[in-house]
């Protein structure tokens, strides 16, 4: 059957107290390494966006969690969250906010 991405969510109890705190995307997403497959449409076009995202506040998120917003913001029409709170912007000072797509 064809893929887009083969892999695994995260299986392990470490954020059991705060799950229900956590974002669709961050529980959602498939673990980094994962078989990914260069020829898919999708991932074809999820690998342009990380592309023309490099350089931006996005390139900041890991890989596999910026598919995994991606996806759900596609899908589920979710504006994705900005995960590092501690990053200001420099032009306002104030919490990044990733734009919507």
């Not at 995307?25 to 498939?30: F, Y």
């Not at 917003?69 to 906010?97: C, N, S, Y």
């Amino acid at each position: 059957e064809p893929f887009a991405v083969l892999g695994s969510t995260y299986k392990g109890h470490a954020w059991d107290n705060f799950k229900s705190e956590l974002p669709s995307s961050l529980l959602n997403h498939l673990n980094g390494n994962a078989h990914y497959n260069m020829t898919h449409p999708l991932f074809l076009h999820l690998l342009s966006e990380l592309n023309a995202e490099a350089g931006s506040h996005y390139s900041a998120i890991p890989y596999d969690y910026r598919i995994s917003q991606m996806i759900t913001e596609g899908r589920d029409g979710v504006p994705p969250e900005f995960p590092f709170p501690d990053m200001k912007d420099p032009d306002t000072g104030g919490a990044l906010i990733l734009a919507a797509k």
